[in-house]
């Protein structure tokens, strides 16, 4: 077994599957190519590999399904592929535990990256009582927020909130999900909820100016991420 | 000469005045002949009520004036034979001219009431015709057909009901020659005209004006309206149609131009990377050369098919020949020839049609067979069958099942039993469909499942090419 990490990539285009081998070992991973969901499964409990790729059309499924088959027993960072004005299908995919998606047509660099994102994620260690990203520090145990040094008060459902957000910081977060986390599954739909919350968090925490949230980011109809 | 109106639905025409007379005579005759050997029974006096009825029965048919008429001829039949001195007429006693002046007022007085009771009857008659003629053309104007074709039919039926010699409802102002026009208007909108024989009686059209026009205006403003509203819900239908097909235009751009995109991005990144082998290069320039193939098809098909949509596919028709258009549609495929078995007819007529469209047709169906006849050769075979050319396409795939025969020909559709998402455009056979219907022709498939399907292209050999029956269709015709 080589040191690279291997990519699982099902796609039912061998162009695309092909093409995506030879950028991803210029990016230093391995890659097992599938081309139909059976394929997917097949290869994917032969040689479990480190991460998916997975396209959401497949000629003998959905990659919804795929993601949920492999998430019954590995929890290897998942991202699919999807076409814009898929929403739905994206935030099914999401809840069906994919990590995060790319819309295609993709730039290949742009994959990379986020496949590299959710790497770093997974195996950075789950239980680190405080977080700290980009001046903005988290302590879980204590439940305390400080931003550059200066601690931020906040509600005891803004900080779950945050908690939530934090721990699966680089991964998208939807609407549902959250929802569900933090307030409960009678909630689960209630997005205005969240999007208040999410506001009055950002108030709390993004520094001022135009350059958008630095922190938790919107994607839009499916839900937000805190950045890695 | 004035049209006859002899109808009761315009005007009571009173039966002839001069029946009326010779009736009121024998009448007064009869009663006459009845009381006088009476006479030396009961006083002459109280027999006289007998005229009475001769009044009543000419009062109720012909109307007041000649019951007054007969109550005279009475009064005289009565003197004559009945008052003394018989014979004569004249009256010795006084208290006779008191029993004939009794008569006379008895006589005005029933014929009066006889004569309200005739124009009472008349008149309620005459409403009941109005009613039913009004309900006849509710039914007609009101009915399944749409305004304009129902017309004609409440122009007869209003004729027949009138016994006018022709009646016709016109929409918005008319003329005709020979025709006396009544603007049917509602709201203070001009909706129609009723045009009615020049010659009929200035008292008739004054009673149609006042009994007929108000129910007509009604009727036409309310069928009017419905036709407005239908018109409405079948325009909005066909917008709600147009916006599927819009959104299955979206869905098809977002994920089949996508796809190729993806691939021709990726592919070219992937050669930007070194340490590539001679291979991988020239693999992933093959990928991208196919996969921008596939785009510019893509983009043919959705503009072949805006084309037909937009109504802009006019046929340039000239004559030309189907095997040329099958050879070049097959040159065009860029798939190997001998993936085709050709069996054309020598010498087969030309058909007259647009050849461009023809082959754009033809390039669809053989790509279509070609990609689900799963390697084995696709058959085309040509001949004519009386009027028509007939077109077979036969591949050995797994054919389609009947469920989804009547859909395949349909933009977007894609068979649920094809599972394979990137295959087809589903705009393919609607392409056929839209190009073989422009020039005359008609499409079908034939199919058993399991046994490969069959694309049967019927094309008109009339000079004209305006045939649009099809030969007698075996299966499921779209």
């Known amino acids: 077994m080589s040191g690279s990490p291997r990519v699982l990539v099902c796609d039912d285009e061998p162009h695309i599957v092909r093409a995506l081998k030879v950028v991803l070992r210029d990016a230093g991973f391995d890659t097992l190519p599938a081309y139909t969901a059976a394929e997917a499964l097949d290869v994917a409990s032969l040689r479990p590999p480190d991460a998916a790729i997975i396209d959401l059309v497949l000629p003998d499924g959905s990659g919804i399904e795929v993601c949920r088959s492999l998430r019954a027993w590995t929890e290897m960072p998942i991202i699919v592929l999807s076409a814009v004005g898929e929403e739905d299908q994206k935030v099914r995919a999401l809840e069906a535990g994919a990590d995060d998606y790319v819309t295609k047509p993709f730039g290949p660099r742009e994959l990379v990256a986020r496949l590299q994102a959710v790497l770093r994620r997974a195996g950075s260690a789950p239980d680190e009582p405080t977080i700290t990203v980009d001046g903005l520090e988290v302590d879980l145990g204590a439940r305390i927020v400080r931003r550059a040094g200066d601690e931020v008060h906040l509600t005891p459902i803004e900080f779950d909130l945050l908690r939530v957000l934090v721990r699966n910081r680089g991964r998208l977060l939807t609407h549902r999900m959250l929802l569900t986390d933090v307030w409960g599954p009678a909630y689960a739909n209630d997005t205005q909820t969240l999007r208040t919350h999410i506001a009055r968090l950002r108030r709390k925490l993004e520094p001022a100016g135009d350059d958008g949230p630095r922190y938790i980011r919107t994607d839009p109809g499916v839900g937000y991420r805190f950045v890695a | ?478």
């Open chain 2, 1 to 478: 000469m004035r049209a006859r109106v002899s109808s009761l639905l315009l005007r009571a025409e009173p039966p002839s005045p001069l029946a009326g007379v010779l009736v009121a005579l024998l009448a007064v005759a009869a009663i006459t002949a009845v009381i006088f050997p009476l006479r030396s029974l009961s006083p002459a006096v109280s027999n006289g009520v007998l005229y009475l009825l001769a009044v009543l029965l000419v009062s109720t048919v012909w109307g007041l004036w000649l019951g007054l008429l007969t109550s005279v001829i009475s009064l005289a039949a009565f003197n004559f034979f009945h008052i003394a001195p018989t014979g004569h007429f004249t009256i010795s006693e006084g208290r006779n001219w008191v029993a004939l002046g009794v008569f006379f007022a008895a006589a005005v007085v029933a014929g009066s009431v006889a004569d309200l009771a005739r124009s009472r009857a008349t008149e309620a008659e005459l409403r009941r015709r109005e009613a039913d003629l009004a309900a006849d053309l509710a039914r007609g104007l009101l009915g399944g057909l749409s305004v304009e074709d129902a017309l004609a039919p409440a122009g007869e039926r209003l004729a027949a009901a009138l016994d006018l010699p022709w009646a016709a409802i016109a929409l918005g102002p008319a003329q005709r020659n020979g025709a006396r026009a009544l603007p049917l208007a509602a709201e203070g909108r001009r909706l129609g005209t009723l045009l009615l024989p020049e010659d009929l009686y200035d008292d008739v059209v004054a009673r149609f004006g006042e009994r007929v026009v108000p129910a007509l205006e009604a009727l036409l403003s309310a069928a009017l309206e419905r036709d407005r509203l239908q018109a409405e819900v079948v325009e909005t239908r066909a917008l709600r149609r147009s916006d599927e097909l819009k959104t299955a235009l979206l869905r098809t751009v977002s994920h089949d131009l996508r796809s190729p995109l993806t691939a021709i991005l990726t592919a070219a990144e992937a050669l930007s990377t070194e340490g590539l082998s001679a291979s991988e290069r020239s693999d992933l320039s093959a990928a991208i050369t196919a996969e921008a193939g596939r785009l510019a098809g893509l983009v043919d098909k959705l503009l072949d098919l805006s084309r037909l949509q937009a109504g802009v596919g006019e046929p340039h028709r000239d004559w030309c020949s189907v095997e040329e258009i099958v050879r070049v549609a097959i040159d065009d495929l860029g798939v190997a020839p001998d993936r085709f078995r050709l069996a054309i007819d020598a010498d087969l007529p030309l058909v007259r049609a647009d050849a461009a469209q023809l082959e754009r047709a033809f390039a669809n169906l053989l790509e279509n067979a070609s990609h689900y006849s799963g390697g084995h050769p696709v058959s085309v075979r040509a001949r004519a069958v009386g009027r028509h050319l007939m077109i077979r396409i036969v591949d050995r795939g797994p054919g389609i099942p009947a469920t989804e025969m009547s859909r395949i020909f349909e933009p977007f559709y894609r068979p649920a039993s094809d599972r394979s998402a990137h295959t087809g455009s589903g705009l393919g056979l609607a392409i056929v469909r839209g190009f073989v219907e422009a020039n005359g022709g008609r499409v079908w498939a034939e199919s058993l499942p399991g046994q490969g399907a069959t694309f049967v292209v019927a094309l008109p050999l009339d000079a004209d090419g305006a045939t649009t029956e099809g030969p007698a269709t075996r299966s499921a015709a779209p």
